[in-house]
């Protein structure tokens, strides 16, 4: 005969988790589209220089990319201060760029080729010394279409 | 009655998804790749260089930068907030005055036989300069072309240059053509 019920009986149900897979699956597709997957880690500190002109680099699989800047800590007791080029995962000396252009060039589909478009993503601290260097590399190798990587600087 | 297949357990499909966000989230960037884009001139072979390329004082326009990412504009010291106007100036020569470049008639679609300049810009650097200095001098050079580009293309086709068609566009190429020159590095004093 129970007339009263226990006191405090009345708890609150607990929220629903049946939606929260799908909340978590609407994130991961967000950001499967809009971002990129990392090309290589970084082996050299970079400081893109600032501008205005730029253009977008459209086909990501169209693009090989060449870094230059100072080596991070970790490798600064191997390779000193000075600024390096990395290749892909590794550093690399200018002899290499145009081997590692014609292996870029040999990976691509001979159609797409002549579209093909190398990216200098250089430290705006470095020397020209180093890039004119690259570049005269770039040029003996017919890798004419260049793009000198850059943040977008807003105008005063 | 058919016998009822149990269902599955779906508990454990939020951890998975987010397993898989958390791997999306640390393997890709977010940062749109963009840059000044430039073409490289042909290589020559140094020794079949011949140095008889004269091109008249009037048509080049001399952009040095030295090492201490000094500038210095057809001769004298210049700073980098009038590059753009100078080199529009240049390029457009407006007043054909006599110490800018000269034009000649050449038939283009749609403009008909339209004056285009012969000028050259010159861009040298030093071993030492500063590829940030670098970058920001080529930015205003390509700056001033494109916003030749853009005046022209609002005052023929009332529209600005991007959204032109590429006939077009190719058009006000021919008249402003994108002539930044630069010479292999030496030493600027």
């Known amino acids: 005969m129970s007339k009263f019920r226990k006191s405090g009986g009345k708890e609150l149900p607990p929220i629903s988790t049946a939606s929260l897979p799908d909340i978590v699956f609407m994130l991961l597709f967000f950001f499967m589209v809009s971002t990129t997957m990392r090309e290589v880690t970084y082996k050299v500190d970079i400081t893109l220089p600032q501008a205005t002109e730029l253009s ?39 002899g290499d760029i145009q081997d590692y252009v014609i292996a870029e060039r040999e990976a691509r589909d001979e159609a797409e080729r002549p579209q093909m478009i190398t990216s200098l993503k250089v ?14 590399e770039l040029r003996k190798s017919a890798a004419l279409h260049i793009n000198y990587s ?6 005063r | 009655m058919a016998k009822k297949i149990p269902e599955i357990p779906s508990a454990s499909l939020a951890d998975i998804a987010f397993m898989l966000l958390i791997f999306f989230l640390v393997t890709t960037t977010m940062d749109v790749d963009s840059g000044l884009e430039r073409r490289l001139p042909q290589w020559v072979d140094p020794e079949q260089l011949e140095d008889d ?3 008249k004082e009037r048509n080049v326009f ?13 001769g ?37 036989e339209t004056m285009v300049t012969k000028g050259v810009i ?13 970058i920001a001098v080529q930015n205003e050079l390509v700056a001033a072309i494109n916003e030749l580009r853009d005046e022209l293309a609002r005052e023929r086709f009332g529209k600005p240059y991007d959204e032109l068609e590429r006939d077009q566009q190719n058009a006000i190429r021919d008249i402003y053509p994108s002539r930044i020159s630069e010479a292999e590095p030496k030493k600027v004093e």
């Open chain 2, 62 to 74: 001399v952009v040095l930068v030295n090492r201490n990412n000094d500038l210095l504009v057809e």
């Open chain 2, 53 to 55: 390329q004269q091109i």
């Open chain 1, 123 to 136: 430290d705006e601290n470095t020397k020209m010394g180093i890039v004119s260097d690259i570049k005269q």
């Open chain 1, 150 to 155: 850059s943040r977008q600087r807003i105008e």
């Open chain 1, 56 to 94: 977008k680099l459209e086909k990501k699989s169209l693009v090989s990319y060449i870094y230059v800047g100072e080596p991070k800590p970790q490798f600064q007791n191997k390779f000193g201060v000075a600024p390096r080029i990395q290749l892909n995962d590794q550093f690399a000396t200018v």
């Open chain 2, 122 to 134: 010159s861009l040298r650097n030093d071993l030492d300069t500063q590829y940030g200095t670098y």
């Open chain 2, 76 to 112: 004298e010291y210049a700073d980098i907030d009038n590059l753009r106007e100078r080199a529009k100036e240049f390029m457009a020569n407006p007043y054909d005055e006599e110490d800018l470049p000269e034009k000649e008639p050449q038939q283009i679609p749609f403009f008909g």
